[in-house]
């Protein structure tokens, strides 16, 4: 999905809620009987109508062994092709390494973004780059109380880690094809954040389960064309109606599109 189209549908559904489906065996509800693809159906049949994007996390499908990575695919294979599927699997290795971390994800799974930790540098990063039409998104300022060991420590010379990866792997790829991972837990830093990457698209994780402020990220975050994809995984498929769930975060998506993007609608 290009980056065209991905505006076009966050315009046509003001909304630009990514749902995570990250699917814990010990929580689907029984009546289930442990069929994880129903389960994931039925999400996605509640909410694509609410969102443009879904993200798998790669972990809870990988543990499953090759009935996981099964489920994985014939779950990308249902959302089709009316939303971005980002593979949540944070690789990164030497290039040649990373090249069949890339294949995996854009030809095996068929996703269309993968997330990437950019420590290794630009060789890591250069496989998944290659291919044309998908996404790579970058882990810049991660949601989780550990982001305080690396990312946020200033180098010697200024600004802190986050800032100087945003900065260099900025230059490794166009706004078309890379986009950032922003913990909705970290608003107060948005403003910097888009000072870094003013055109790029932020994966925003850490609403919901995680405590994330939605507002704080869209005042500070919010660009012309969104420029955010807001995740919400447990608070969602957890959720006692999941459509329900998705549709009120869509609502205050709308409103928030309107307050802060309303160049978008012109
Ligand atoms: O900084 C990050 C990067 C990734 N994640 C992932 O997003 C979802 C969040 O799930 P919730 O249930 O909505 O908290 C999950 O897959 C994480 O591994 C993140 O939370 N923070």
Redesign the pocket.
């Known amino acids: 999905m290009t980056r065209q189209q991905l505006v076009h549908h966050i315009r046509e559904k003001e909304s630009f809620l990514c749902v995570?489906l990250?699917p814990d065996p010990a929580r689907i509800p029984a009546s289930y009987g442990g069929d994880l693809l129903r389960f994931n159906q039925d999400i996605i049949d509640a909410t694509r109508d609410s969102c443009v994007a879904y993200?798998p996390?790669t972990?809870?499908y990988e543990a499953l062994g090759l009935e996981g990575i099964n489920l994985l695919r014939d779950t990308i294979a249902y959302i089709g092709d009316q939303h971005l599927v980002i593979a949540?699997a944070?690789r990164g290795d030497i290039g040649n390494t990373s090249r069949y971390y890339a294949r995996f994800a854009f030809e095996t799974l068929g996703a269309d973004a993968i997330?990437v930790a950019p420590y290794m540098g630009a060789d890591s990063v250069q496989p998944f780059l290659e291919y044309t039409g998908k996404w790579t998104i970058l882990?810049a300022?991660?949601?989780?109380p550990g982001?305080h060991d690396f990312q946020h420590t200033p180098q010697e010379d200024g600004p802190p880690l986050f800032a100087k990866v945003m900065r260099r792997a900025a230059e490794w790829g166009t706004p078309d094809q890379l986009m950032f991972?922003?913990?909705a837990t970290q608003a107060e830093r948005f403003t910097e954040l888009r000072r870094h990457a003013p055109q790029h698209f932020f994966?925003v994780?850490?609403?919901?389960?995680?405590g994330g402020d939605l507002e704080g990220v869209c005042r500070h975050g919010m660009t012309d064309e969104a420029g955010l994809l807001v995740?919400?995984?447990?608070?969602?498929?957890y959720a006692d109606d999941p459509g329900s769930a998705a549709r009120e975060l869509q609502e205050e998506m709308g409103r928030l599109l309107n307050k802060y993007a309303p160049g978008l609608f012109q």
Do not use: E
């Open positions: 995570g990250d993200k996390n972990a809870f949540d944070k997330t882990l300022l991660t949601s989780n982001s991972v922003c913990g994966l994780p850490g609403i919901g389960a995680q995740n919400s995984s447990r608070g969602i498929i």
